[in-house]
């Protein structure tokens, strides 16, 4: 009994051993496993937090790019438009007396494709008056009309 007692008790010892040692690898196994998967929800949740905020913000993004696209074609736009311009004097005999006028013409083009017909204003000129000065206030394309530098404007004197 006591040979036998000898060769079972390492056995059991043994067998004993090895299931303690498989519980205990188990536990860290799964104890690895929470961890990894505490990890994966934490990406997950940062990732689901970023597309979010990306779906709330890429609307806003995308209709100032759309304003930002739109307001540059206009200034291009209205950068190409140029005004053509060309004044002279007119004289109407008339029995005693001679009336002057001063007579205006102004037109818009857009590159080389003119916009409207040419516009042409009269007015009475007095002796002495200052020809630019009543160009200048008779125009109709002025700077508060249309937004084009005065560089642009190309002015014919008739005479």
């Known amino acids: 009994m006591e040979s036998l007692l000898w060769t079972l008790l390492p056995s059991f010892t043994a067998v004993a051993s090895g299931l303690l040692a498989w519980f205990i690898m188990q536990s860290r196994m799964e104890v690895a496993l929470a961890q990894q998967r505490e990890r994966l929800a934490e990406s997950r949740g940062a990732l689901d937090a970023e597309r979010s905020a990306l779906d709330r913000a890429l609307p806003t993004a995308m209709k100032a790019a759309e304003e930002t696209a739109r307001r540059q074609s206009l200034d291009n736009f209205l950068g190409e438009l140029r005004v053509e311009q060309r004044h002279y004097t007119r004289e109407n005999k008339m029995l ?24 042409e204003h009269e007015v ?16 109709i394309f002025d700077g508060s009309v249309v937004s084009i530098d005065d560089g642009q404007r190309a002015q014919k004197a008739l005479a």
């Open 124 to 139: 009475a000129m007095e002796e002495g008056a200052d020809m630019g000065r009543l160009v200048q206030d008779m125009t």
């Open 96 to 119: 005693l007396q001679n009336r002057k006028s001063l007579v205006l013409q102004e037109r818009m083009y857009f590159r080389n494709i003119p916009l409207s017909d040419w516009i």
